[in-house]
């Protein structure tokens, strides 16, 4: 069955090349599919195109199905959901999500199912699916960088006091710590933070009601629907709520990668800190892997991989991009492939940041690194502004310290004393916590969830 279809068939070829994995990924849908049905219906019946009685009907009736979208035994939630192991199904003669619901309805009620597409088209259906899914989707993955920001805060200040060498250009700089790292790691991840919330901004806006990009001739009450399910806005124009979409898409999946080039980076400082040349730092036996021919290998099998996931995740924006280059405004069926290419994202970039989060709550680090003498040159600044201290010109300084290395002369103290803002003395973890803090509480989810569960009887 299909919504659009009248007495002509689609060759059965077109039919397999258009639809392509559509269904597999409507599944993540259902469950957003039917909010929207429900918010549609009580505003249907605000403007006379439904009677009260039957709204109620179809929210009742569509409450039942949200129930069989979530997994078996589970309470329904507003939450996205892996729903292919729930017992919702998309009928194998079943175009999509949206013919599946309406047949449903229109199983159980009749007439009354079939007047739930008034004054909407599948576009400003899958419009609104896909920026709650997204919705959603970003708030599962806000939880994963709290808990990874609370656990590199942690870790930051439990190795502060350990030494590392710090690099530029892959040669020894100044002294470092572990605190340090770790830290500037947990900052990065703030900054993560601020860019997926305007992100989520971007995303809770409401698209229904735009039927197939131009508006519809009914009274629809767009504004309602909004509050219905919880949007922060609309998407004022009908023709940009439909030309937002990719553009959703893209925004959303530069936030992912701004976080998985968090990740990605971390990641190639532990492949090269566990790195016998470096021997910074060291994980449990079972958190690495061995060689099949080199019996004392302890690969960084973890750390590769989550660089080699986030850096595919990095190419997302570029892929989008590419996706709807040269579209005009309107719809067209380009847009649906990038379900394909973004949704799997959000769980792949989960699963790392909780694969890093188990690496480093197991990681030991090396004690009194700095005091092995091939590190003594990292100290080469401190001696320099010793000597600044006690008046000499800095250029004078930095003559006599370089002088003193190439005669084989230098002399140097490993005590390092940092205390400014950020520096090895003086974290500002506190201060970083709080940024994140804030940054955390401007999403705002509680919002969207008493909506979602005002629809839903609760």
């Known amino acids: 069955m299909k919504l659009w279809q009248k007495n002509t068939a689609s060759l059965k070829e077109v ?17 957003f599919d039917i909010l929207g049905n429900i918010a549609h219906a009580k505003m249907l019946a605000t403007v006379g195109l439904l009677t009260h009685e039957e709204a109620e009907l179809l929210t009742k009736e569509l409450r039942e199905i949200y129930k069989t979208t979530q ?38 009620l009749g007439d009354i199912g079939k007047k739930i597409h008034s004054a909407r088209s599948r576009n400003d259906q899958v419009l609104v699916d896909v920026k709650l899914f997204l919705r959603s989707e970003i708030e599962k993955t806000v939880s994963s960088i709290q808990s990874f920001f609370e656990l590199l805060v942690t870790k930051s200040e439990q190795f502060k006091n ?8 892959l040669q020894l700089a100044m002294p470092s710590s572990f605190g340090l790292w770790l830290g500037a790691y947990a900052e990065s991840l703030t900054d993560d933070a601020t860019v997926l919330k305007a992100a989520y901004d971007v995303v809770n806006k409401n698209p229904l009601g735009s039927a197939a990009g131009y508006g519809s001739s009914f009274p629809i009450n767009r504004t309602l629907t909004t509050k219905l399910l919880g949007f922060a806005d609309l998407n004022y124009n009908v023709v940009y709520a439909q030309m937002g979409r990719g553009k959703a898409e893209r925004i959303v999946a530069q936030a992912l990668a701004n976080v998985a080039d968090t ?70 069926r380009d847009l649906q492939l990038l379900k394909e290419h973004l949704f799997p994202a959000f769980e792949t ?29 990292l100290f080469s600044v401190e001696e320099v502004n010793k000597l600044v201290l006690e008046g000499l010109p800095f250029r004078d300084a930095y003559k006599k310290v370089g002088l003193d290395i190439e005669a084989g002369e230098f002399t140097y103290s490993t005590d390092v004393q940092h205390t400014h803002e950020g520096s090895i003395g003086n974290l500002q973890n506190e201060a970083i916590k709080l940024s994140m803090q804030r940054i955390i509480a401007s999403f705002d989810f509680s919002t969207y969830h008493k909506a979602i569960d005002h629809l839903l009887g609760k």
């Open 263 to 332: 990740l990605a980076r971390l990641s190639m400082d532990a492949c090269l800190y566990l790195n016998q040349n470096f021997g910074f730092i060291s994980f449990p036996a079972e958190l690495t892997t061995g060689s099949s021919i080199m019996p004392h290998k302890k690969n960084p099998d973890v750390f590769e991989l989550i660089r080699s996931y986030c850096n595919r995740i990095k190419a997302l924006p570029n892929e989008i991009t590419m996706m709807t280059t040269n579209l005009p405004s309107g719809y067209h």
């Open 71 to 108: 997994p078996a035994g589970t309470e329904a939630t507003h939450s996205p959901l892996t729903t292919h192991h729930s017992p919702f199904t998309i009928h194998d003669n079943i175009e999509d999500v949206h013919s599946q619901v309406e047949f449903l309805l229109t199983e159980k």
């Open 349 to 377: 970039l989960r699963s790392c940041i909780d694969m890093a989060g188990l690496m480093l709550s197991n990681m030991e680090v090396k004690k009194n690194i700095l005091q092995d003498e091939k590190y003594k040159y």
């Open 162 to 169: 350990d030494l590392l060498p710090g690099y530029t250009h």
């Open 15 to 31: 039919e397999q090349f258009t639809v392509g994995k559509d269904r597999e990924f409507d599944l993540l849908l259902a469950p």
